[in-house]
């Protein structure tokens, strides 16, 4: 069992940029960001596997950059250039094993934290 604990959530102007932390209780191979908004579909943003193997939604792509520190088992999501869009509940999720090779497959994550809020506005 894997526990998930994100932070780095709040307000913040256009253009502005925020870094979201993921708190595991241990490592594992493949980590992922999702967001949710009201009215919306929950939303692949970004994976990280193998510490360095990184892979982005279009949406976010150039602006947001997924990272990962094994020494502290934190996940990481540096957002900048921040739009009104960007607004949602993000969520980090990881599985054992392997990414699926569908990245933004929500079901193939098994653990998932509590989120962490982000406003631009």
């Known amino acids: 069992h894997v526990q998930l604990v994100e932070s780095g959530g709040g307000l913040v102007q256009p253009g502005g940029s925020l870094r979201l932390s993921c708190a595991a209780s241990a490592y594992t191979y493949c980590m992922a960001w999702f967001r949710q908004a009201p009215g919306k579909e929950r939303e692949w943003v970004a994976s990280i596997e193998d510490d360095v193997i990184t892979s982005y939604a279009d949406s976010v792509k150039g602006r947001f950059t997924i990272s990962q520190d094994n020494a502290k088992n934190t996940l990481y999501l540096q957002m900048n250039s921040l739009k009104p869009e960007d607004s949602a509940m993000y969520y980090c999720?990881?599985?054992?094993?392997?990414?699926?090779?569908?990245?933004?497959?929500?079901?193939?994550?098994?653990?998932w934290g509590q989120g962490t809020q982000v406003t631009v506005s």
């Open positions: 999720a990881t599985r054992s094993g392997f990414c699926p090779e569908r990245l933004m497959t929500i079901g193939e994550y098994f653990y």
